[in-house]
């Protein structure tokens, strides 16, 4: 699937979408992999740790717990509300960590500042992705690791196909196709080249294919309408009931996948970099 471009409506995590996200998202998509990206992070021992795209905090906390006490973790997000829902969650297990709203393509810190920069699911979402990761580059220091994943393609994410599929069937013309951004960099050779343009040697791509799970395919249908910037499309289309979408994609879930406790096979490329 052919790269999409990314609009500023794909990218507005904003209004109810923060809790959304959080709560009916968290496991069914992103704990999985911010567990092992907790565990590659810590692995390399680094001092001063920079967090990109932390959304509402998932693998924020998984770092807190697998870092060492005296590791400096500075948390970033585009998003303000997305990283004010991360803070307060996570509240005084926070212990020391640095919040920074902060745009990836532009980050407002000096060169060689971290030895470690980490990226869960966020670099899909970068306007300009040669940019973004010039930026990690130049925050980090010689030798420092850069460690981020990116989901693979919507065909082997049926998860993501269902809902995308199902959302489409509700719009005679002009579809939202939100999913094909955050599935929009499953291929490999496109993600290498990416990081080798942006100056990183010592690469090492790996292919991962985990399990999320949820209560039920309603919390799972939750998320995944209400929890992602679809919902602004949709809300901006305003010729489909967003209920009825929420109950179409629910259905869809659950036939595929069952239903309660529900669990889904997902497929992610993980990526480690050094910077020379």
């Keep these: 699937m052919s790269n999409k471009t990314v609009s500023e409506e794909s990218t507005r995590f904003d209004g109810s979408i923060p809790e959304m996200y959080d709560q009916h998202l968290g496991e069914l998509l992103f704990e999985p992999y911010a567990a092992d990206i907790a565990d590659r992070v810590a692995k390399r021992r680094p001092r001063k740790v920079l967090e990109i795209a932390a959304g509402t905090g998932i693998a924020s906390r998984r770092l807190l ?21 991360a803070q307060h969650k996570i509240g005084a297990d926070g212990r020391g960590a640095e919040w920074r709203q902060a745009d990836a393509q532009d980050l407002p810190f000096p060169d060689e500042s971290f030895d470690a920069v980490v990226c869960q699911f966020g670099v899909m979402f970068f306007p300009d992705k040669h940019k973004g990761l010039r930026e990690f580059n130049r925050v980090l220091e010689k030798g420092g690791a850069l460690i981020f994943n990116v989901w693979d393609s919507l065909e082997r994410n049926p998860v993501g196909m269902i809902t995308h599929s199902t959302i489409g069937k509700f719009f005679r013309t002009d579809a939202p196709d939100f999913y094909q951004i955050p599935f929009g960099l499953g291929d490999v050779s496109e993600v290498r080249r990416l990081v080798e343009e942006a100056g990183f040697k010592e ?14 395919p309603e919390s799972a249908a939750l998320g995944l309408v209400r929890g992602n910037p679809v919902i602004n499309t949709i809300r901006e289309r305003g010729t489909a009931n967003i209920d009825e979408i929420v109950r179409a994609v629910a259905r869809a879930v659950e036939e595929r996948f069952g239903a309660r406790p529900l669990r889904v096979p997902l497929r992610a490329h993980v990526v480690s970099a050094v910077k020379p």
Excluded: H, Q
């Excluded at 717990?65 to 829902?85: C, H, I, K, S």
């Design 65 to 85: 717990e697998a870092l060492p006490r005296g590791t400096a973790l500075t948390v970033t997000d585009l998003n303000t509300p997305m990283l004010e829902y």
């Design 203 to 216: 690469i090492v791509i790996e292919t991962l294919s985990l399990t999320g799970s949820s209560e039920s």
